[in-house]
């Protein structure tokens, strides 16, 4: 019998999600006695156990379909056009009405912790492994990078979270408590700084393209970095992104044929023409599953509906507005109205439900915008040579068609800033940065304000600092009982 590693793993190991369990949490101990510890001999094992974990950000529980509600409905970027949808629960992340039983914040916590518990069950036995060292080094680096991956998500979205590394028992996951902020992001730190030393340049096999490399570390430590304003840090690890460019065309990032690229740091890899249903258990074949989000999840005009407001955040003539999304005219059951809809992950399904777009996570242009972010920071200057905080800035404006800014247009630090905030907006549009950068901004709290305001005359002001990050599921305040080591967010 052929052990499907994605069930395996989850089956293997028990986490914090104990209280959310479901069918990926599978006891295979009847079949085989198989546990982390027995399974885990050859190299082919340890790359079963990696591409497990790399299938738990293809989940629908995470890049597959929910996380784009927590990371773009919140935000002002896009909206739910049928509110009623769902029992009304994607609605509530958008008016911020959000129960602590809302099953999307209960999917990407425990989605998460699947991932986090495959990557720590390939960690446990990585460094015992009797197998090579370039492979060792592989699996451990490409392992600690998706723990990391998982972990900033998880941070910026709850807060204080289980900082699990280890395989657990069930008794001790009930045992698990909220760590602090400061110690999660001292553990994402920690693995991405060794993830960089152990994972390589590149891969020469094409069917590996995806996978972590060490600039795909070291731009995500960057951006911890700058998330956690540590400027100097930040601008000493972007600075060593190299070997990517800037796509000549913005539009080409997102067609299907282009997705081998060398913009992508890394990318959540789909391949349409594979059953949504079925595990494929290598990493070659690009993906175990399918999932058709491009157009319907991430393109849908019901689910994910672009709002006017970032519509008119494109300056005239830039060429991402008409490759990131267009409007439709459609019916209901009176009138032909018009609605604004996602055109960056469209693909010609092979089936209903089956696409093959990837979702890009991490981008060059990203990595520029971080740079000159976190150099002005550490002060302005109105310098535009290469390497400057306006160097940068620009390398995005001038692909996507526009002037570039001098210091006339941006005299100060506060002007530079604002420049950056509203570049990001539209080069990074529904790529799951926006909510992100509302927080990591200040600027949440007002901004989404006025935009409920706006968007859905709502005169009451609905949104308050403890908004600003989402309720731990119940289920888990339940299972752990202890309002003490596992309070509920405010």
């Known amino acids: 019998m052929k052990l499907n590693i994605t069930k395996a793993i989850a089956g293997l190991s028990l986490v914090t999600v104990i209280s959310s369990c479901s069918k990926d949490f599978i006891n295979l101990a009847p079949v085989s006695n198989q546990t982390t510890a027995t399974f885990f001999k050859t190299a082919n094992d340890f790359q079963q156990g990696v591409n497990a974990v790399y299938d738990g950000l293809q989940s629908a529980r995470s890049y597959g379909k929910s996380s784009y509600y927590l990371m773009e409905v919140r935000s002002d970027n896009?909206?739910?056009?049928?509110?009623?949808?769902?029992?009304?629960?994607?609605?509530?992340?958008?008016?911020?009405?959000?129960?602590?039983?809302?099953?999307?914040?209960?999917?990407?916590?425990?989605?998460?912790?699947?991932?986090?518990?495959?990557?720590?069950?390939?960690?446990?036995?990585?460094?015992?492994?009797?197998?090579?060292?370039?492979?060792?080094?592989?699996?451990?680096g490409e392992a600690q990078f998706l723990r990391a991956f998982v972990y900033f998500d998880l941070v910026r979205l709850y807060g204080k979270v289980p900082l699990v590394i280890k395989t657990e028992t069930t008794a001790e996951a009930q045992n698990d408590k909220r760590n602090e902020v400061a110690d999660v992001y001292a553990q994402i730190e920690k693995d991405l700084q060794s993830a960089v030393t152990l994972l390589p340049v590149s891969y020469s096999n094409a069917g590996d393209y995806g996978r972590a490399t060490a600039g795909?570390?070291?731009?995500?430590?960057?951006?911890?970095?700058?998330?956690?304003?540590?400027?100097?840090?930040?601008?000493?690890?972007?600075?060593?992104?190299?070997?990517?460019?800037?796509?000549?065309?913005?539009?080409?990032?997102?067609?299907?044929?282009?997705?081998?690229?060398?913009?992508?740091?890394?990318?959540?890899?789909?391949?349409?023409?594979?059953?949504?249903?079925?595990?494929?258990?290598?990493?070659?074949?690009?993906?175990?599953?399918?999932?058709?989000?491009?157009?319907?999840?991430?393109?849908?005009?019901?689910?994910?509906?672009?709002?006017?407001?970032?519509?008119?955040?494109?300056?005239?003539?830039?060429?991402?507005?008409?490759?990131?999304?267009?409007?439709?005219?459609?019916?209901?059951?009176?009138?032909?109205?018009?609605?604004?809809?996602?055109?960056?992950?469209?693909?010609?399904?092979?089936?209903?439900?089956?696409?093959?777009?990837?979702?890009?996570?991490?981008?060059?242009?990203?990595?520029?915008?971080?740079?000159?972010?976190?150099?002005?920071?550490?002060?302005?200057?109105?310098?535009?040579?290469?390497?400057?905080?306006?160097?940068?800035?620009?390398?995005?404006?001038?692909?996507?068609?526009?002037?570039?800014?001098?210091?006339?247009?941006?005299?100060?630090?506060g002007s530079f800033r604002d420049a950056i905030f509203a570049e990001r907006r539209v080069e990074l549009a529904f790529e799951n940065n926006r909510w992100f950068d509302l927080i990591r901004y200040s600027k949440g709290l007002a901004i989404m304000q006025a935009h409920l305001q706006k968007e859905y005359n709502l005169a009451t002001p609905v949104l308050t600092p403890a908004r600003l990050l989402?309720?731990?599921?119940?289920?888990?305040?339940?299972?752990?009982?202890?309002?003490?080591?596992?309070?509920?967010?405010?």
């Open 78 to 140: 896009t909206d739910i056009l049928d509110r009623g949808a769902l029992g009304g629960v994607a609605s509530q992340i958008d008016l911020f009405t959000e129960t602590t039983t809302n099953p999307f914040l209960t999917d990407i916590y425990a989605g998460a912790y699947v991932t986090i518990s495959r990557a720590n069950a390939v960690l446990d036995q990585i460094d015992a492994a009797a197998i090579p060292d370039s492979s060792k080094k592989q699996f451990k």
């Open 216 to 413: 795909t570390a070291n731009g995500l430590l960057g951006k911890v970095y700058v998330t956690e304003k540590k400027w100097s840090a930040a601008t000493a690890v972007l600075k060593n992104v190299t070997g990517y460019t800037l796509l000549t065309d913005y539009a080409s990032l997102y067609n299907p044929a282009n997705a081998v690229n060398s913009e992508v740091l890394f990318t959540v890899r789909f391949k349409k023409g594979l059953s949504p249903s079925e595990g494929n258990t290598y990493f070659t074949d690009m993906v175990p599953f399918s999932f058709y989000y491009n157009g319907v999840a991430y393109g849908g005009s019901n689910n994910n509906r672009p709002t006017n407001d970032i519509v008119s955040a494109y300056e005239k003539d830039d060429k991402r507005l008409i490759a990131s999304l267009d409007t439709v005219s459609f019916k209901n059951a009176t009138t032909t109205q018009k609605g604004n809809y996602v055109k960056k992950y469209l693909d010609v399904p092979g089936a209903t439900g089956d696409g093959g777009n990837s979702f890009p996570v991490l981008r060059y242009a990203d990595v520029l915008l971080l740079q000159a972010e976190a150099l002005n920071e550490q002060g302005y200057s109105a310098a535009n040579g290469p390497g400057s905080a306006f160097d940068y800035l620009n390398q995005v404006r001038r692909r996507a068609g526009l002037i570039a800014k001098t210091a006339a247009d941006l005299p100060d630090q």
């Open 470 to 490: 989402f309720p731990i599921p119940q289920s888990e305040i339940d299972i752990h009982n202890d309002p003490t080591n596992f309070p509920q967010n405010p």
